[in-house]
């Protein structure tokens, strides 16, 4: 940025910088203002050959701006010229393209005008509009009045205003190669017929077009007004505190004379690049008289005469503006260039991303088939596999291991009942008897009846039949979350896929569930009404339990005897009770060890026939029936059908549609910078 404070005083005290300011003024006549004087006004052009050079980069940036790469958010450098209303802002552009614009009371300048000058050596002048993707042939008589009409039509009759702009070519001889926007000037208060929030309205366009850092902002400041009051300078401080890549033009200095000196020294608003002061047409007067008198007051009025030379005058002015032009299009350009590729590159690549268009019922059928054989594929790595790559944050698509960890749960669950704590210990036995006393028939004794230890089983397995069906409900809910989100996340390219999808996956998971419903009810019911196994520890376990039982009975036996026994797996217990019950309980005793040792057997057949079935019902889920109900819900005989497929949603074709356009316009702008990559930058 350094660079492009070209006119910027040397610190010091506004006195001291006045004093200076005469000094250097008596003293010295720029080379600048030397050329000048020496050249006829009339024919001479306005800025030196360095037109020629910068050309080419202007004309691209112009072209670019033509191609409203603007709006692929690619910042062009731009002069943007900015001044309260009335301050003289289309004088100063007129001044500089030596052309009338519409001029008058109120509102004039209501869309942002892009004005494009063209030094141009056929000596009649050429002059276009620009507006609403066609181009109007005008000319300097027209030219007003075509302005007005072209407004109208961008932004409606009235005084409203419209951030859409308008571009004025003016390919003359001898203007400067300059292309600057006008803008609305700022009025706080509404004119009859302006809308209320004229002035919020305008200060958004402004503040488009000046904050980007690419931009260079023209102040244009009457020079009989306080600068500091002036809103325009209000605005550019906002986004351009330290005023680097502000410039002033003050206008109108044939009006306010007094004090202007004085002003443009003490540089009160910080205006970086320096200021300019003009005296801009008035009234009829012809382009070449309104450049002579400015000439001629800057030369001999007394105040103004004092002011430097290169402060002065709009030749100046177009001189400062065609340098500082080529200063921020050489610098910004390269930037330029990379945003383009840069965002092409995004976009291609978004481009890609997006789910093909289907154009037949066999790509559909293709496409379908690939989803399912993707989402299987994931399925199988986060269900059966316990792989998860895919899912490497979600903790609640680690399947295998959520699900382990709730099988631990379901197994610890079903083992609480066997714990024993010091309320069993002083019942014990009592059960057993019990169900004994209610059984006792007339037969043998020492004749265990089969039905004594049923009913005991019995009440055992209903105690827990409900955990094994809580258990698969809750897995199954699970394992509806998880399919439902793995076939959706396959899917979500094909929206038309997701409601028949979600469906097949819901139904299908209430299938399962239904199936483990059924059978842990059966395997409930089997426990119930059976008593069998072959496992050796059922022996081994009951015939170390029925070890206590001697001891047991001796101690019932001696009144004399400590009521307190330690048996295996039950710890001390308190055999008091017992003692009114002598008959039953060495019976009572063998049954409860019965039960404890086949209960194991239970619990045990339990957990692993449970782990059986949940693997076998997610493997079978996983490798054919999660396929089989989808391609059923789509394509089968009640099947929604693929032909959904084929139409494309609305948020990918606009997408894609989006894209397209802004991958177009990257390519025709790479084309448009690739002309002048090959000239260095450094050649300016
Ligand atoms: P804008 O609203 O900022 O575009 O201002 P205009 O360019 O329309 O100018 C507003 C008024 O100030 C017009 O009547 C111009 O003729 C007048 N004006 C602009 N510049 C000068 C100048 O340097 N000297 C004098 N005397 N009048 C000027
Ligand atoms: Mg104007």
Redesign the pocket.
């Known amino acids: 940025m350094g660079s492009l404070i070209l006119a910027k005083e040397e610190i010091m005290s506004p006195k001291a910088k006045i004093d200076t300011a005469i000094m250097m003024n008596v003293l010295k006549i720029s080379e600048e203002h030397r050329k000048y004087e020496e050249q006829s006004v009339h024919d001479a052009p306005i800025v030196s050959s360095y037109n020629d050079k910068i050309r080419p980069l202007l004309d691209t940036v112009d072209k670019l701006r033509h191609l409203k790469i603007m709006q692929e958010g690619i910042q062009l450098p731009t002069i943007v010229v900015v001044?309260?209303?009335?301050?003289?802002?289309?004088?100063?552009l007129?001044s500089l393209a030596g052309i009338s614009?519409?001029?008058?009371q109120g509102?004039?300048?209501r869309v942002p005008l892009i004005m494009r000058l063209q030094n141009n050596p056929n000596p009649d002048p050429e002059l276009f509009l620009e507006f609403n993707e066609k181009i109007v042939a005008t000319d300097e008589d027209k030219i007003a009045d075509d302005i007005s009409v072209a407004t109208e039509e961008i932004a409606g009759k009235g005084k409203g205003i419209s951030g859409n702009p308008l571009t004025l070519i003016v390919k003359k001889k001898g203007v400067p190669d300059l292309t600057m926007v006008?803008l609305p000037?700022i009025t706080r208060v509404p004119v009859r017929g302006q809308p209320e929030d004229i002035y919020e309205q305008i200060s958004k366009i402004i503040m488009e077009f000046i904050t980007p850092e690419e931009s260079i902002i023209l102040n244009?400041l009457?020079?009989n007004v306080d600068f500091s009051t002036c809103e325009s300078i209000r605005m550019s401080q906002r986004v351009d505190k330290t005023g680097q890549r502000t410039l002033a033009v003050v206008?109108?200095?044939?009006?306010s004379p007094e004090g202007l000196l004085e002003k443009v020294t003490a540089d009160d608003v910080n205006i970086g690049l320096g200021y300019v002061c003009?005296?801009?047409?008035?009234?009829d007067e012809s382009y070449e008289e309104a450049r002579a008198e400015e000439a001629n007051l800057f030369d001999n009025h007394p105040l103004l005469s004092k002011i430097n030379k290169s402060m002065v005058g709009i030749p100046v002015l177009a001189e400062k503006l065609v340098k500082i032009q080529a200063t921020i299009i050489r610098r910004c350009l390269p930037e330029i260039v990379r945003k383009i590729n840069d965002k092409l590159s995004v976009n291609v690549q978004e481009l890609n991303k997006l789910p093909k268009h289907l154009n037949s019922l066999a790509e559909a059928m293709t496409t379908f088939l690939q989803i399912l054989g993707s989402a299987k594929e994931s399925l199988r790595k986060i269900l059966v596999q316990g792989e998860f790559d895919e899912y490497p944050d979600a903790e609640d698509m680690h399947c295998t291991a959520r699900l382990r960890v709730n099988f631990d749960k379901y197994s610890d669950e079903l083992h609480s009942d066997n714990v024993v704590d010091d309320d069993s210990n002083r019942n014990f036995l009592l059960d057993e008897i019990k169900v004994l006393e209610e059984t006792k028939s007339i037969g043998l004794p020492n004749f265990l009846p089969k039905a004594v230890f049923l009913t005991l089983l019995q009440r055992k397995v209903k105690g827990i039949s409900a955990i094994p069906l809580d258990f698969v409900e809750k897995t199954w809910n699970y394992m509806e979350d998880v399919l439902v989100s793995v076939l959706l996340r396959h899917c979500e390219n094909y929206p038309q896929l997701i409601s028949s999808t979600r469906r097949a996956a819901k139904n299908l998971i209430a299938k399962k569930k239904q199936q483990s419903i059924n059978w842990v009810n059966d395997v409930v019911e089997m426990e119930n009404l059976t008593d069998y196994t072959c496992h050796p520890e059922y022996s081994t376990t009951w015939n170390k339990l029925m070890a206590y039982q001697a001891t047991l009975m001796d101690r019932i036996n001696d009144p004399y005897l400590s009521n307190v026994v330690c048996i295996e797996r039950f710890g001390d217990i308190n055999i008091a009770h017992l003692r009114g019950f002598k008959g039953l309980v060495k019976e009572a005793y063998d049954v409860k060890m019965r039960i404890t040792a086949y209960w194991d057997i239970v619990l045990r057949r339990m957990v692993d026939n449970m782990a059986l079935h949940l693997l076998f019902s997610i493997k079978n889920l996983v490798n054919k029936q999660m396929e089989r109900e989808i391609i059923e819900e789509l394509v089968g005989p009640q099947g929604t059908g693929l032909e959904r497929m084929l139409e494309e949603s609305p948020s990918f074709a606009e997408k894609r549609n989006k894209l397209k356009k802004s991958i177009k316009l990257l390519k025709e702008s790479k084309d448009v910078v690739a002309n002048i990559m090959d000239i260095s930058f450094e050649d300016y």
Do not use: H, M, W
């Open positions: 001044g309260d209303q009335s301050s003289g802002k289309s004088s100063v007129e614009l519409p001029r008058g509102i004039c300048t006008d000037g244009v009457s020079a206008t109108k200095a044939d009006k003009v005296r801009n047409r008035i009234g």
